[in-house]
């Protein structure tokens, strides 16, 4: 398995930002997809997940509204939208997948909101 996420940036507050993330290594159509952001010195939290086929989503509240997570199985590619962007967003943005019980994650991608 493997977990390729880009499109990493430095944004000013209120730009936008799109993270892709590519799997690999197994069938990505059959499992809901995850997006986890860790900002220095603070504990690694949940984003955004999304079901196998695309129809349900979740997000933490403090991305509501802003962020959109999204896939597409034929790409094998899952991606996160953001909108708004704050400064606490700034963060480094993982990719997750949970196949049969074990956990894979990405390397990350940082994402800088700064003026």
């Known amino acids: 398995v493997q977990l390729v996420e880009s499109g990493e940036g430095l944004v000013q507050p209120g730009g936008s930002l799109r993270l892709s993330c590519v799997a690999s290594?197994?069938?990505?159509?059959?499992?809901?997809m995850s997006w986890y952001r860790q900002a220095p010195g603070k504990e690694r939290e949940l984003v955004a997940i999304?079901?196998?086929?695309?129809?349900?989503?979740n997000y933490t509240d403090s991305v509501k509204g802003r962020f959109t997570i999204s896939r597409d199985n034929a790409k094998n590619t899952v991606y996160l939208q953001m909108n708004s962007l704050k400064s606490e967003d700034t963060a480094e943005y993982y990719c997750?997948?949970?196949?049969?019980?074990?956990?894979?994650w990405g390397r990350g991608t940082q994402v800088t909101v700064s003026s």
């Open positions: 997750r997948v949970n196949v049969l019980g074990r956990v894979y």
């Open positions: 999304i079901d196998n086929g695309g129809g349900s989503t």
């Open positions: 290594g197994f069938t990505f159509s059959w499992y809901a």
